[in-house]
């Protein structure tokens, strides 16, 4: 089938890839001419495992293109999907503008029906938002064309995004058009040969169900993160009491671990633009908020530990914070807001970084994947070095903190860590290490939620 994608970012890109590799003539478009020009000569502009293989072998098959020029995407297709960015707006709702813009610009360009996917997470009713801006601009060409806009929600996880889009869980399918339904039913065909993933239901329950999705995830993170907090004032061990509510099938072992906070570009910005739809529809989304706020500290929960270790925390609390760790130099371990992504949206290690700054203190770091990705946010600053090895990062160093749990980081030499830390302190963000351990090498050592 031929298909084209407005938007090459993490879902946009990852989607017109794999649906080229199952066999469609896919194009890519975007307005961004940097990146399209990069994918042209091979550049894959984000990393993610197993991706540049299919994106190489699907374009010297001559199945995937990438363009800026919207009007070769939108003639080229009869199924086009909408993958741009839904960042939040000031009030924490979607902001919807590069949506509607793409709406807006095939309704421009149509010359026959078209199917509108809409794969960009969105607020319930935005499916009807595309539908009027498409009928307006038709009636302002004067020119009648039929067309669906579908609500077609995508639930990869960045880091695994290239297998999960080839073996997805479920394919929701949000439309009550029979004619739209069948045709995206042959799109997802190959992805659903071994057993019925597609779900098709009405296009509100579509786009909520993505919100809820996310929504759920980060209430389970928010809740292992509000027990941690309670484990360490009450004398328990967060990783014991892991273990044994996960073994009830009922809970299970997925997402609960405790940590320094949820990141990235999904979590708090869906979660915040759910509050904001249930409160524009007049209900109070308590859970919601909880699990917003119980976030919002657990990402200032780093510092808080480190202040706590060096006495300072009693100013820090007052908001009295500048310089009150000067002179120190804190290693970090991991910079993206999880393993195997350089994706630094809402990352942990940001606001950890910035609160340390603030303080006075420098921070050398290591991330196998994100470097990149820190130097453009934050450029040249010699209170930031970026190091090429995690061992690299330990040289110097006042103390380690750990905000990423890639595997590298898994196993740790107590005694290099030992020997290299002046102060002999180990913040360990993801609850990687044994404090009995470290403890043993002379290493103060302070985990989320243990004793
Ligand atoms: P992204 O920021 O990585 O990519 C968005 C892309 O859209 C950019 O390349 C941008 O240049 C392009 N764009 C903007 N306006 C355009 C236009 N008018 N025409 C063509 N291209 C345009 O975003 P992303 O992470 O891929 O997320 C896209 C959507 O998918 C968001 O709504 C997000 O919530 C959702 N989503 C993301 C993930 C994830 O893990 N990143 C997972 C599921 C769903």
Request: hydrophobic share 40%.
């Amino acid at each position: 089938m031929k298909i084209s994608i407005f938007g090459t970012g993490y879902v946009g890109l990852v989607t017109g890839a794999c649906l080229a590799d199952v066999g469609h003539d896919v194009i890519c478009a975007d307005v961004n001419q940097a990146k399209i020009d990069g994918l042209k000569q091979g550049i894959i502009p984000i990393y993610e495992p197993g991706l540049e293989n299919v994106v190489k072998t699907n374009v010297s098959q001559g199945n995937l293109r990438f363009t800026t020029n919207a009007e070769e995407a939108v003639n080229h297709a009869e199924v086009i999907y909408i993958a741009v960015g839904t960042p939040p707006d000031e009030d924490g709702s979607a902001d919807l503008q590069y949506v509607m813009a793409v709406g807006k610009t095939i309704a421009q360009l149509m010359q026959s029906y078209k199917v509108v996917v809409n794969k960009s997470t969105v607020p319930v009713g935005t499916a009807d938002k595309v539908t009027a801006v498409i009928q307006q601009t038709l009636a302002e060409r004067g020119f009648a064309a039929e067309f669906d806009v579908v609500s077609n929600p995508e639930f990869l996880k960045e880091g695994a995004a290239v297998a999960d889009f080839m073996r997805p869980d479920r394919i929701v399918i949000g439309t009550s058009s029979k004619f739209a339904e069948d045709i995206m039913r042959e799109v997802y065909a190959p992805f659903n040969r071994n057993h019925e993933k597609i779900i098709v239901m009405d296009v509100r329950s579509s786009e909520l169900t993505k919100y809820a999705a996310n929504c759920m995830l980060a209430t389970k993170i928010s809740f292992m993160n509000e027990m941690a907090n309670i484990a360490e004032r009450v004398g328990a061990d967060i990783e014991n009491v892991r273990k044994g509510i996960g073994s009830d099938p009922r809970i299970g072992y997925h997402f609960i671990y405790a940590g320094c906070g949820y990141g990235g570009s999904c979590f708090p910005k869906d979660v915040q633009a759910l509050a904001q739809t249930a409160r524009q529809f007049g209900y109070v989304p308590e859970i919601l908020d909880a699990v917003e706020a119980v976030n919002y500290r657990q990402k200032h929960k780093l510092f808080e530990m480190i202040c706590k270790h060096y006495g300072v925390w009693d100013k820090a609390e007052k908001g009295e914070t500048k310089d009150i760790l000067k002179g120190k130099t804190f290693a970090l371990w991991g910079l993206a807001f999880k393993p195997n992504t350089d994706d630094m949206r809402e990352a942990p290690s940001r606001v950890l970084m910035e609160q340390l700054w603030e303080a006075g203190a420098k921070v050398q770091a290591y991330d196998p994947e994100a470097m990149e990705e820190t130097q453009r946010i934050y450029g040249q600053s010699e209170d930031l070095r970026l190091c090429g090895t995690k061992e690299e990062a330990l040289k110097g160093a006042s103390a380690l903190v750990v905000c990423t749990e890639w595997k590298t980081f898994k196993t740790i030499d107590y005694k290099q860590i030992s020997q290299s830390l002046e102060d002999k302190l180990l913040i360990d963000g993801r609850n990687l290490y044994r404090k009995k351990s470290a403890n043993e090498h002379n290493i103060s050592y302070y985990g989320i939620g243990v004793n």
